[in-house]
């Protein structure tokens, strides 16, 4: 299984972009996905998560702002981020796993992770 995290860079605050993960190698159409984001010297945040048949999830820092979606088509399972903040600014993952957990927020509960993309938002 390999998922392809892609999309990130720099962006003013107020700013947008769409993270991109694709996935190889699982059966994609079921398989819920998350994003999380790391700063250096934290632990790996919870931001959004999704799965078939699921209502989205979302960390109440994100929520209103960022949306999770999914192309099936594609294999590929996006990020949109809308009015970045500086606070933001973090390396993202992508996330998943065989099956829908009520853990989803929690990141030792995933199975595959993408190699991260690098997002900066400056004030």
């Known amino acids: 299984v390999q998922l392809q995290a892609s999309g990130g860079g720099w962006v003013q605050a107020g700013g947008s972009l769409r993270l991109s993960c694709a996935a190889s190698?699982?059966?994609?159409?079921?398989?819920?996905m998350a994003w999380f984001r790391q700063t250096p010297g934290k632990e790996r945040e919870f931001v959004a998560a999704?799965?078939?048949?699921?209502?989205?999830k979302y960390a109440d820092s994100v929520k209103g702002r960022f949306i999770i979606s999914r192309d099936n088509g594609k294999n590929t399972a996006y990020l949109q981020m809308n009015s970045l903040k500086p606070e933001d600014t973090a390396t993202y993952f992508c996330?998943?796993?065989?099956?829908?957990?009520?853990?989803?927020?929690?990141?030792?509960?995933?199975?595959?992770w993408g190699q991260g993309t690098q997002v900066t938002v400056s004030s």
């Open positions: 999704g799965g078939i048949g699921r209502t989205s």
């Open positions: 996330a998943s796993r065989r099956i829908w957990i009520t853990t989803y927020h929690k990141a030792d509960v995933y199975d595959y």
């Open positions: 190698g699982l059966s994609f159409g079921p398989s819920p």
